[in-house]
């Protein structure tokens, strides 16, 4: 399992949103324990007040609060600032999923989360949010954008369908989706390996318990004409993969 | 008779109508034959006697000279009269066709006939020319005799026109004994009236018309019965296809409650049944989900607290209870809910599904290969496929080891169905058990299942999200050892469309 590798911003600034005071606290000593700060609010108040206070690195924001509902606060959140937001939803109730991105959120967790799994997503988010501008910053969803369309193939971001040209459904796995997402996401540029595992991870996918390139050799089984000879996605020597077609957005 | 007797409900009223039919018939026969017969038999009598009496009253109002001529007059029927001093006939015991005959002449004279009337069940011809010759016949006819007492009057002869020809003529051949009636009537100047009349010829009981019309009655009466009894029990075809529907889908649409008064109270009854279901399916699912919402706090707030934790062997154990516990919720939630029925079939490439589920398992460190076509369009549900694949999966490496996992095109009803098998190298299950095992929260072995930490709804699972696409899950025991899971799915758009993608 390969991690991200170091800690990028070990002194980032956390806010919690969460109407349970008891999951506000563990959470804040969790994240402290692995070297975050951490404010805590427990309403849209709360969120706006501390807001106001000082720099926020990331929020990490429950859907269900007393008042605004974590949504509305999201998508306000969204109108006025560029801060990283990742969601807390409801165990598999994949439509505050989707309205949740769709309203601007970098990335959600389903709760009962598992905590070192909300860590990772955080790590990632974070270190999206600080990638150079003109670099990978494009990685984060645009809202508008929920289909990419390349070579015949359709790739639906929310229901996480891969489509062919003739309507047919390619199964893709949770890491081969992730994978792919990236990678139609950055058409023509270069991305390592690591790169593409903090942008496939960014996508919610499990973590990787196969190399970037077993998936990459999987994908183009499912994908190119002729896997031997990839036409879709390239390798570059010594640098990593390059996703070749032109790719449209609607 | 067992083997005679059809099995469908359809045949066997079919044949029960169709042998009444048959009785009702043949008793309607039989009482139409025996009406007829007497009806026949009957009327023939009372032509006899009423012409006998007639000629009887004819006779005692003319003169004894007039007295033949007069008789020739009233030949007919066969009937044969003479005029005699004496009755020349003896009297057969007053019962069966004798009495009848009697009965019949008392209502022609309207009083009893008494001794004045004789009567003999005889064979041959009374007045052959031998057996008369001798007799006291009645027939003179001169004219001018008028008023004289015929018994008186010795010169009686026979009348020979009469005689010679008629008698022989009407009544020779074919008779057998007891085919005539002789017979002789007092009249009131002593003198008798002396008839012979061939008894109503028996008719034949069974004409080859009437069979024929018998025959074409019943087998209209049974084709028309046929006709309504399928007709009728057409309403059964469809209960049974919608108690079908019903297994397989709860929400199936509801029955149309139309048609005859009894059909359709039935279709309100099963309707009801099914809205009964429904609800109570519902409340199931409302409940766990209230359950397990109203978990997600605890468990989200345990998951923290074991991360807090500084003891890396309980905060290991705590984290694998966790897991176990959320497996349990998802899982319950997911077979109650039955949320593969919202699924739309879609077209998709199930070599792909079948591959991907095997690496996404590969890729968790548990061994599954596939082997099979690399491309295969196919119409189906996705995700409920994808479920029901990974839980067989699961469940071979959980109990087998591993998962060797393969797919076929088979030919099924004359479209080609898909059949993936999951193998496993394990030790199996006993016969009795393999259709048990897809019992919600059946456990193989209790001991073994909890190491390996099922829940029981693996299978469950497996085959409710196959039976969404019409398909089938078996389990069996492999003859090499192991146990195969088959899962079937059913061709579900015109062939000719599934041509396998290069």
Redesign the interface.
């Known amino acids: 399992m390969t991690q991200p590798s170091a800690q990028s911003l070990p002194s980032a600034h956390i806010l919690i949103v969460d109407d349970d005071r008891e999951i506000r606290d563990l959470l804040s000593r969790f994240l402290g324990k692995h070297g975050y700060r951490v404010s805590v609010a427990g309403d849209g108040r709360g969120l706006r007040k501390i807001l106001a206070e000082g720099a926020i690195d990331l929020v990490i924001l429950d859907i269900m609060l007393p008042g605004e509902d974590g949504l509305s606060l999201c998508r306000a959140l969204r109108a006025s600032s560029a801060v990283p937001i990742v969601m807390l939803t409801a165990i598999g109730e994949d439509v505050d999923r989707i309205v949740g991105l769709e309203l601007g959120a970098d990335d959600y967790v389903a709760k009962p989360f598992n905590p070192r799994e909300l860590l990772a997503r955080i790590r990632a988010v974070l270190r999206r949010a600080a990638a150079p501008p003109g670099g990978l910053a494009g990685a984060r969803r645009d809202a508008a954008a929920t289909n990419l369309r390349f070579a015949g193939w359709r790739l639906d971001l929310d229901r996480r369908e891969l489509t062919a040209g003739d309507d047919t459904l390619v199964a893709l796995s949770g890491g081969e989706f992730g994978l792919l997402a990236a990678l139609a996401l950055h058409p023509q540029r270069v991305l390592s390996r690591d790169q593409l595992l903090d942008l496939a991870r960014g996508r919610g996918s499990a973590a990787f318990d196969r190399s970037i390139d077993v998936q990459i050799s999987r994908l183009r089984r499912k994908i190119e004409r002729d896997p031997q000879e990839p036409t879709l996605i390239k390798t570059v020597r010594g640098g990593g993969y390059l996703f070749a077609p032109d790719v449209q957005r609607s | 008779m067992s083997a005679l007797w059809p099995r469908s409900l359809v045949g066997r009223t079919i044949l029960v109508l169709f042998l009444a039919i048959m009785v009702s018939n043949g008793l309607g026969l039989a009482a139409y034959l025996w009406a007829r017969q007497s009806f026949q038999v009957d009327a023939r009598d009372r032509a006899v006697a009423e012409r006998v009496v007639a000629a009887a009253r004819l006779l005692e109002d003319s003169p004894p000279s007039d007295r033949p001529a007069q008789i020739w007059r009233l030949r007919g029927f066969g009937l044969r009269m003479q005029w005699a001093t004496e009755p020349m006939v003896g009297n057969d015991p007053d019962d069966g066709r004798v009495s009848q005959v009697r009965h019949v002449f008392g209502d022609a004279l309207a009083r009893k006939p008494g001794d004045g009337l004789r009567l003999s069940l005889g064979t041959g011809p009374l007045f052959g020319r031998g057996r008369v010759g001798g007799a006291p016949m009645a027939g003179d006819d001169r004219p001018g005799d008028e008023g004289r007492e015929a018994a008186g009057d010795q010169r009686h002869r026979p009348g020979p026109p009469m005689m010679a020809g008629g008698m022989a003529g009407g009544m020779a051949g074919g008779m057998g004994p007891g085919d005539r009636l002789h017979g002789a009537l007092r009249l009131d100047d002593g003198s008798w009236l002396i008839f012979a009349a061939p008894l109503a010829p028996p008719s034949p009981l069974w004409t080859s018309s009437m069979l024929i019309l018998i025959g074409a009655a019943s087998i209209a009466a049974a084709v028309i019965a046929a006709v309504a009894v399928w007709r009728a029990s057409a309403p059964l075809s469809m209960f049974t296809a919608a108690a079908e529907r019903l297994g397989r889908d709860l929400n199936a649409q509801p029955l149309a409650e139309a048609g005859p008064e009894e059909v359709a109270r039935a279709a309100r009854a099963f309707n009801a049944m099914q809205a009964r279901l429904q609800q109570m399916v519902r409340q199931r699912t409302q409940m766990l989900a209230a359950l397990?919402?109203d978990?997600?706090?605890p468990?989200?707030?345990?998951?923290?607290?074991a991360?807090?934790l500084d003891d890396g062997e309980q905060q290991g154990r705590i984290r694998a209870d966790?897991d176990q516990i959320?497996a349990l919720?998802?899982t319950s939630?997911?077979y109650v809910r039955d949320a593969f029925r919202e699924e739309r079939p879609?077209?998709?490439?199930l070599a792909?599904?079948v591959?991907?589920?095997c690496?996404?398992a590969d890729?968790?460190?548990r061994a599954a290969r596939y082997r099979g076509p690399?491309h295969l369009?196919f119409v189906a549900r996705?995700v409920a496929l994808?479920r029901a694949l990974a839980n067989l999966i699961d469940n071979a490496i959980k109990y087998g080891g591993e998962a060797a996992v393969s797919l076929v095109l088979e030919p099924e009803n004359g479209l080609a169905g898909a059949i993936i098998t999951v193998d496993d190298c394990g030790p199996g299950l006993p016969e009795a058990e393999l259709e048990r095992a897809f019992e919600p929260f059946y456990r193989a072995d209790g001991s073994r299942s909890r190491e390996t930490g099922g829940i029981g709804l693996g299978l469950a699972i497996a085959r409710a999200a196959t039976e969404a696409d019409g398909g089938t899950v078996t389990l069996a025991n492999r003859a090499g050892g192991g146990l195969r899971a088959t899962l079937s799915l059913p061709r579900i758009e015109p062939p000719g469309q599934a041509a396998a993608?290069s």
């Open positions: 397990s919402h978990l997600r706090t468990l989200t707030r345990l998951r923290l607290r991360e807090l966790l959320e919720i998802t939630l997911e879609a077209p998709l490439d792909v599904l591959q991907t589920v690496d996404e890729d968790a460190g690399e369009t996705p994808r993608r």
